[in-house]
Antibody, heavy 121, light 107 residues
Framework: EVQLVESGGGLVKPGGSLRLSCAAS????????MNWVRQAPGKGLEWVSS????????YYADSVKGRFTISRDNAKNSLYLQMNSLRAEDTAVYYC??????????????WGQGTLVTVSS | DIQMTQSPSSVSASVGDRVTITCRAS??????LAWYQQKPGQAPKLLIY???SLQSGVPSRFSGSGSGTDFTLTISSLQPEDFATYYC?????????FGQGTRLEIK
């Protein structure tokens, strides 16, 4: 059974840092790209960042570029998001999702339960 | 960036109704479109990928169609568990973008 479990969220002051983790199980982690997607309170879904299985390809939303760093440790079946220079507008539930490739397209076929990040003084 | 626009933003319907939600891309995306369902306090759940392919385990009352810029999600006969928010997504071009969501409410 595919499982994704996020951790590391919490309350942080503006300008602070936080590192999110996503523990994966039930599939060959290194074979899949992974995404971080966030959702501000009462708002829609916003893609944050993607990383390929071998970490060769990394992409960021403009809203987090230069402040957030995605990484992974395939030996530990773990995905990370290092968040620096946090702003109030980064307050959201952060989800990790498996990026499946098939039928000529990609989909986020499995999602974790999310971890809440609150940026407030 | 490819913008995804859903309509309507919200819809009220009754159990047994047929409901259609539309998603329009700002440029052609072939059939590279996914639909997700999200219930309050839960993570999104994949319903449809490649515009019309039903994800394993998803009831057959859900269907998707379209290509290019215009797509639809149809629920043929609403069930109580279908009341939720639905999002379209273009997953192939970075930045990946979502529609703003359609909230499906009980009439």
């Amino acid at each position: 059974e595919v499982q994704l479990v996020e951790s590391g969220g919490g309350l942080v002051k503006p300008g602070g840092s936080l590192r999110l983790s996503c523990a994966a199980s039930g599939f060959t982690f290194s074979s899949y790209s992974m995404n971080w997607v966030r959702q501000a309170p009462g708002k829609g879904l916003e893609w944050v960042s993607s990383i390929s299985g071998n970490s060769n390809y990394i992409y960021y939303a403009d809203s987090v570029k230069g402040r957030f760093t995605i990484s992974r440790d395939n030996a530990k079946n773990s995905l990370y998001l290092q968040m620096n220079s946090l702003r109030a507008e980064d307050t959201a539930v952060y989800y990790c999702a498996r990026r499946y490739s098939g039928s000529g397209t990609y989909t986020d076929d499995f999602w974790g339960q999310g971890t809440l990040v609150t940026v407030s003084s | 960036d490819i913008q995804m626009t859903q309509s309507p933003s919200s819809v009220s319907a009754s159990v047994g109704d047929r409901v259609t939600i539309t998603c329009r891309a700002s440029q052609g995306i072939n059939s590279w479109l996914a639909w997700y369902q999200q219930k309050p306090g839960q993570a999104p759940k994949l319903l449809i990928y490649a515009a019309s392919s039903l994800q394993s385990g998803v009831p057959s009352r859900f269907s998707g169609s379209g290509s290019g810029t215009d797509f639809t999600l149809t629920i043929s006969s609403l069930q109580p568990e279908d009341f939720a928010t639905y999002y379209c997504q273009q997953p192939n071009s970075f930045p990946i973008t979502f529609g703003q969501g359609t909230r499906l409410e009980i009439k």
